[in-house]
């Protein structure tokens, strides 16, 4: 299996979040950068989140408007991911910066796909 894995990362926020900027950074930062991040919020999160919603043309960024709870904003996440495989993560969950591409290399030994 040569192709590379597509992973989505699913972030559920809800009210205003000291780390999201630095979540996002973080994924933005992977040495391999996943499929697409989708966050999934409520109005208290746009204004930390929009900034990064055209910032970087390798990867989409989606901002999903919700008030529900976390189980719930995960659930609107997972419905609108377009990658074979899903990362959840929470706001304040700062991955390492291999995170993705470990992801990836489980995928292929385990030959997931």
Do not use: W, Y
């Not at 994924?27 to 109005?43: K, M, N, S, W, Y």
């Not at 929470?90 to 385990?110: G, Q, R, Y």
């Amino acid at each position: 299996m040569n192709k590379k894995t597509t992973i989505s990362v699913v972030i559920a926020v809800k009210g205003k979040s000291s780390t999201i900027s630095r979540v996002l950074r973080g994924f933005l930062r992977q040495t391999v950068l996943p499929h697409e991040i989708i966050v999934v919020g409520d109005a208290s999160a746009i204004g930390q989140i929009e900034k990064f919603l055209s910032r970087d043309e390798r990867i989409q960024i989606q901002l999903v408007m919700f008030s529900g709870d976390k189980n719930d904003a995960r659930n609107k996440g997972f419905e609108n991911a377009t990658g074979e495989f899903i990362f959840f993560c929470d706001h304040d969950m700062v991955p390492s910066l291999t995170l993705i591409a470990e992801s990836n290399e489980l995928c292929k030994k385990f030959d997931a796909l």
